[in-house]
């Protein structure tokens, strides 16, 4: 089945610091990938999509110049979170979605960004 | 406006009892309506999931129910066990844009 590999799964980082969170398709290819944020005991909100070489289209609210997305090729995106503030303590969460009206989003394991 | 409406928030079930989870949404427009379960510290993972043209799917002990006229869907979880204990999320999407989530419901089955 459709595997998706995020990377790294936990990670804590310095105020100020920037963080980089990888996603891979390891077994198809994902044209489109969504980036989610999760805090405690609620439910996933979308940050971003990205289409393989192009921009990404961010959510309301969410500051796209903070939160940077690569989609550079069909099998990777990666979500770097720049000058990094406590408030951005979260757990983010990929997910990728395969050629076809037939495919099913696949999820990453999720990272838990801890910011001190 | 939240677009998929999710209930009960939490639910305690006795094992062996059937788990039953609900959603309502107002797009007319979602055509692929699944079921996740997550466990904490841990994504996702998709357990059953119906597209409109269809009114119950089944698969081993989970059954989604789907009523299109209502805009409402459920998720029924049969012989409910203990490691069924965590967080369900229904969702829906269109034309294969991001899912859209519920607020998640919180399952705990007692031995």
């Known amino acids: 089945g459709a595997v998706v590999s995020q990377h790294p799964s936990w990670v804590i980082c310095k105020s100020g610091t920037s963080v980089k969170i990888e996603c891979r398709s390891l077994d198809f290819q994902a044209t489109t990938m969504f980036w989610y944020r999760q805090f405690p005991k609620q439910s996933l909100m979308l940050m971003a999509t990205s289409n393989e070489g192009s921009k990404a289209t961010y959510e309301q609210g969410v500051e796209k110049d903070k939160f940077l997305i690569n989609h550079a090729s069909l099998t990777l995106s990666t979500l770097t979170v720049t000058s990094a503030h406590p408030e951005d303590s979260s757990f983010y969460i990929c997910s990728a979605r395969g050629v076809g009206v037939n495919y099913g989003y696949t999820f990453g394991s999720g990272t838990r960004l801890t910011v001190v | 406006q939240q677009q998929v409406k999710q209930s009960p928030q939490s639910l305690i079930v006795q094992k062996g009892g059937i788990s039953i989870i609900n959603c309502a949404y107002e797009?007319?427009?979602?055509?692929?309506f699944p079921w996740y379960q997550q466990f904490p510290g841990k994504g996702p993972a998709l357990l059953i999931a119906?597209?409109?043209?269809?009114s119950e799917k089944k698969e081993g002990r989970f059954t989604i129910s789907f009523n299109k006229s209502a805009k409402q869907f459920s998720l029924h979880i049969m012989d409910s066990q203990p490691g069924d204990s965590a967080t369900y999320f229904c969702?829906?999407?269109?034309?294969?844009?991001?899912?859209?989530f519920g607020k998640g419901t919180t399952l705990s089955v007692s031995s």
């Open positions: 797009n007319t427009a979602f055509d692929y």
């Open positions: 969702a829906a999407s269109k034309a294969g844009t991001a899912l859209i």
């Open positions: 119906i597209r409109p043209d269809v």
